[in-house]
C-alpha cells in the first residue's frame, strides 16, 4: 500500500530521556470558500510523551488573498485515540512563522497508521490538510451487472484502493489492489486508473474521469473501458462510482484506518 504509516516514517530519539517521535508527511491542502484553491505543503510533528503535545510544522500555508506563510510551528495537546493514533484538538492555538503570531481556531488533526490530516481556520478561512497519497485497506466494493436484469449485486471487501493527488498540476491517480467486479471473474487485478482531473471545494478532494483505459501492470486495456469515474475524498472517507466496459457499475466506500497494536 502506498497509505503513510506514522511507524515507518517515524524516527525515534535513541535517547530515552527525551522521550519522542517524529514524522514528516508530504499533504495536500484545499482552502474553503475558494474556487478550486489547493497545492502541496508539507507537515512534519514530533509527539513528546512528556508532555503530551504534538508540534506541528506546516512548511507553507497560501492564504486566498495571495500570501504565504511559511514554516508555520504551532504546539497542541493529544490524547490516545483507540487504534494506536493521536488525536489532536485546541478551540484556538496561537502559531508561529518566523516573527508573525497567527490564532489558529478549531484545529483538528489524527496522527495514525493510515489516517493522517489536520484542519483548522485561519483569518475566517478554513484550511484542511491530508496525505496526498491516501490509502484505504478498508472497503466495500458493490458491482451491478447491467447487461443482466436478473443478475444480484456482487459485493467483496478484499478490493483496496489508493488515491495519489498532484495538486500543482490539479491530477490524481487511482489504485486498485486486488480488483474483483464479478463473481465468476477468474483471478483478482491491480489496476491503475491514471488521468484523472483533481478539484477540491475546501471540504473535499474530488478526482474524475469521463473515460479512461485502465492499465493492469504497464498494459493498458481499452476492453475494460471506465466511464463515469468519480472519487471523492472527505477524509477519513472515500466514495468511488464507475462503470467498467459498459457493463459493470462499480460504487466503493472505504474508511482510512488505524492498525490496533498487537
Not at 500570501?67 to 484538538?89: D, I, L, Q, R, W
Not at 496522527?111 to 484542511?128: A, I, K, V
Not at 472519487?231 to 488505524?258: D, E, K, R
Request: glycine share 4%; net charge negative.
Amino acid at each position: 500500500m502506498l497509505s503513510v504509516a506514522l511507524v515507518a516514517l517515524t524516527s525515534c530519539n535513541s535517547d530515552n530521556a527525551d522521550n519522542y517521535i517524529t514524522a514528516t508527511f508530504d499533504m495536500a491542502a484545499t482552502v474553503s470558500g475558494t474556487e478550486s484553491d489547493f497545492y502541496s505543503s508539507a507537515v512534519a510533528v514530533k509527539i513528546d510523551f512528556n508532555k503530551q503535545t504534538g508540534t506541528f510544522t506546516i512548511k507553507n500555508i497560501k492564504s486566498p488573498d495571495g500570501n504565504t506563510y511559511s514554516n508555520v510551528s504551532v504546539e497542541v495537546p493529544f490524547t490516545y485515540g483507540k487504534y494506536a493514533n493521536y488525536e489532536f484538538k485546541a478551540s484556538v492555538v496561537e502559531a508561529v512563522s518566523g516573527l508573525e503570531r497567527l490564532a489558529l481556531n478549531n484545529f483538528v488533526a489524527n496522527c495514525g497508521t493510515y489516517d493522517n490530516r489536520l484542519q483548522f481556520t485561519l483569518d475566517g478561512c478554513n484550511y484542511y490538510f491530508v496525505v496526498k497519497n491516501a490509502g484505504f485497506p478498508k472497503a466495500t466494493t458493490v458491482v451491478t451487472d447491467y447487461s443482466s436484469s436478473d443478475s444480484k449485486p456482487y459485493t467483496n471487501e478484499t478490493t483496496q484502493y489508493v488515491l495519489a493527488m498532484n495538486p500543482e498540476k490539479k491530477s490524481a491517480i487511482l489504485y486498485l489492489y486486488k480488483a474483483k467486479f464479478a463473481e465468476n471473474m477468474p483471478k483478482e487485478f491491480d489496476m491503475v486508473f491514471e488521468g484523472l482531473t483533481l478539484d477540491a471545494n475546501g471540504v473535499s478532494f474530488i478526482a474524475s474521469s469521463e473515460s479512461l483505459e485502465p492499465k493492469i501492470g504497464d498494459t493498458p486495456y481499452p476492453r475494460y473501458q471506465i466511464t463515469d469515474l468519480v472519487v471523492t475524498l472527505t477524509a477519513p472517507n472515500l466514495a468511488i462510482s464507475f462503470t467498467c466496459a459498459g457493463i459493470y457499475h462499480v460504487t466503493a466506500t472505504a474508511t482510512m484506518v488505524t492498525m490496533t497494536e498487537e
